[in-house]
């Protein structure tokens, strides 16, 4: 038995938790927004942006690659990073439905 219980609770808000996840770091947040501004990169050239050694931004990598948030491909002896353009519509799409949301309740909070 999970502490989480995550069967409880459907695909979508699964799939939004761990996105969101994924983007609960500051740095991690500093890599999409790096990302968003370059077609392809290598885990050095994040280096060489950040202030953080490259084993631990290639880890953060790994966490925004395994949610699903950036892709990587394989070229020669480095991995090229991208966003991964999906999940950032999922998001986006969520975030739409909870300000169309609030903006309907605007005048009716507690």
Known sequence: MGATKT???T???NQIAILAKAL???ARVAI???LMGVDTCICGDIVNVLPLAQPTVSQHLKELKNAGLIKGNVEGNAICYCIDETALEILQGYFAIVSTSLEKK???CC
């Open 32 to 34: 999409i927004e790096y």
């Open 24 to 26: 609960g770091h500051p």
């Open 106 to 108: 605007k005048n009716n």
């Open 11 to 13: 695909n979508r808000q």
């Open 7 to 9: 069967e409880h609770f």
